[in-house]
């Protein structure tokens, strides 16, 4: 592919599909408006430099924003800046924040008691804990009330999870075959040509006797007393319809270019371990192995719940309403990650309806968007306690979506609130419902793996960052537009880089969470 470095000829070349370089251009591009722009007035202080030094924000933090998104100091107005200066990606909320955070760290046990700097949100888990406590509320409900098998044909099992090992109902091959086309022969050579030929899915031929020869096709059944099979460019007839080793002192080796019946499995070898995802080559090999349908986990159930009377499902944004971005993006996603997802509802901003909505759902799984913080509407904590549900997590170290939570709603039941900001939802997926979800459906766990950052990455003071990045190279090039409410990194990432507490320098090795689809495939993941 041709790496694009300008926008000349785009159109042309869109057709030719995005390459990283392109990618890059459009997501990491320095364009875009500024508020500062439209703002009235001086222009507010760059981020770094407010020389009042305004303290926290509620919840003793601050948004971490994007690049061309600005970031939101702590009174909550957006930098115009939007970066740092350094790293030109991101802002953590400037230096003031980091001062007022170290001050308070002073008295803070919370923190000297972790042995990290400054204070946490009150009851936030750290964000390796909380994937853990995800997995580990999916092992008890397994555990409590495990999912009895379903029976599936091989049609509807790709991305399901053996629930039994696959065993083989047959030997593989279940008969002698020619490996070749050519002809079967029986003893040596020259031979006599039969007039008869042998093609694959046909039986009944007559033995071969010693001096004779066959047509054999590949994958046909050997004739009994066959000695071996001659590929076509090992042989040539004469005149008479003889058949000649080519050239004439080739070896014939017993049992050259057949393959034995089981070569490959007797019936009755286990082939597959119980818990052994359902790929497109397991398919393959249960339907060769005899099988028409499989025993697998059953995809745990989730009804999605979008929150928000601000939401529109379709046309453009008008009057302070905006498009609803996770009902499409959510149920493919949690799909990916092994869900069936039977309900996505929009119930608005209403208490009573969130209530109906949870009490009556029979999924294993609620996901809720929205409502996860503590606005005038944000029902979700209420509710949670209204129905005596068990918080399992409250709030995270990480950002974005640090206000996300489990929490356990019944008897081997749960609820995954994912905050309403867009990125922020994707962080809570990957942090709360990928370990929740991938441990329901007996996924395996995916092996961590790291790769050195292209660019610095400035971190958040105390909580993880989950960054969008590109693969270039053995490189992982950090994205811009990375704010909690931005889409558009993501959308074009490969991953989400894992940035520790302070940020990551340029070569340090960084955890990698991958996307479905840059994992599994589209078939394996989405169908
Ligand atoms: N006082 C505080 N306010 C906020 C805090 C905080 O700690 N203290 N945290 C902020 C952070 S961080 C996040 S994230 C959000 C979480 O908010 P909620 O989960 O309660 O979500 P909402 O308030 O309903 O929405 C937030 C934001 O996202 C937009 N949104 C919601 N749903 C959708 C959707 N389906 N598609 C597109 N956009 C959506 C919504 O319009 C808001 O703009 O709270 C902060 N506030
Ligand atoms: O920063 Mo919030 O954590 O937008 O999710």
Do not use: K
């Amino acid at each position: 592919m041709t790496a694009h470095g300008t926008s000349t000829g785009r159109d042309a070349e869109d057709a030719e599909g995005l390459d990283v370089e392109e990618v890059l251009a459009l997501v990491n591009d320095d364009r875009g408006p500024r508020l500062a722009d439209r703002l009235p007035g001086p222009a507010a202080p760059a981020a770094g430099a407010d020389p009042a030094g305004r303290g926290h924000a509620p919840r003793g933090d601050h948004e971490t924003g994007g690049d061309h998104g600005g970031h939101r100091t702590d009174d909550g107005h957006e930098s115009p800046g939007g970066r740092d200066g350094r790293d030109g990606h991101e802002s953590p909320g400037g230096r003031e924040n980091h001062d007022a955070h170290d001050a308070h760290h002073a008295q803070d046990p919370h923190g000297a008691h972790r042995g990290r700097r400054g204070p946490r949100t009150h009851g936030a888990t750290p964000w390796p804990g909380a994937r853990e406590i995800a997995a580990s509320a999916a092992r008890a409900a397994v555990r409590s009330s495990p999912p009895p098998p379903v029976s599936v044909p091989l049609d509807g099992a790709l991305g399901l999870t053996l629930a039994e090992p696959l065993t083989a109902l047959t030997d593989l091959p279940s008969f002698d075959t020619s490996a070749m086309d050519g002809w079967a022969v029986a003893g040596p050579g020259p031979w006599d040509v039969r007039e008869d030929g042998v093609l694959a899915g046909h039986t009944g031929h007559r033995p071969l006797g010693d001096g004779e020869a066959v047509r054999i096709a590949t994958g046909a059944r050997i004739p009994e007393d066959t000695t071996a099979v001659l590929r076509t460019e090992h042989g040539r007839t004469d005149g008479r319809g003889r058949l000649h080793a080519v050239p004439r002192d080739r070896a014939i080796v017993p049992g050259q270019d057949i393959r034995p019946r089981g070569q490959e499995c007797r019936s009755g070898d286990r082939l597959l371990p119980a818990g052994t995802l359902v790929t497109p080559a397991v398919l393959g090999l249960a339907a060769a192995a005899g099988y028409d349908r499989l025993r697998a986990v059953p995809r745990p159930r989730v009804d999605v719940l979008v929150l928000g009377d601000e939401l529109l499902t379709e046309g453009l944004p008008h009057d302070g309403l905006i498009r609803d971005a996770l009902g499409p993006m959510l149920p493919p996603w949690l799909r990916a990650l092994g869900a069936d997802v039977t309900s996505v509802r929009r119930i608005g901003d209403d208490a009573e309806a969130l209530h109906t909505a949870v009490t009556t759902s029979a999924a294993d799984v609620v996901v809720t968007t929205g409502g996860t913080a503590a606005g005038p509407v944000d029902h979700l904590h209420p509710t949670l306690r209204r129905i005596g549900a068990e918080l399992l997590v409250d709030g995270v170290e990480v950002r974005p979506g640090h206000p996300m939570l489990l929490a356990r709603i019944g008897e081997g039941r749960h609820l995954v609130g994912l905050p309403g900001n867009p990125l922020a939802a994707v962080s809570g997926l990957l942090t709360l419902a990928e370990p929740l979800l991938r441990t329901l459906a007996a996924r395996p766990a995916p092996e961590p793996y790291g790769v050195p950052l292209q660019e610095p990455v400035q971190g958040h003071p105390y909580d993880t960052r989950l960054v969008p990045v590109v693969l270039r190279g053995d490189r992982a090039v950090p994205l811009h537009y990375n704010g909690p409410a931005m889409l558009r990194g993501i959308a074009v990432a490969d991953a989400l880089a894992v940035v520790p507490p302070g940020g990551a320098r340029p070569g340090e090795e960084t955890e990698l969470l991958d996307l479905p689809w840059t994992t599994g495939g589209i078939g394996v993941c989405f169908t």
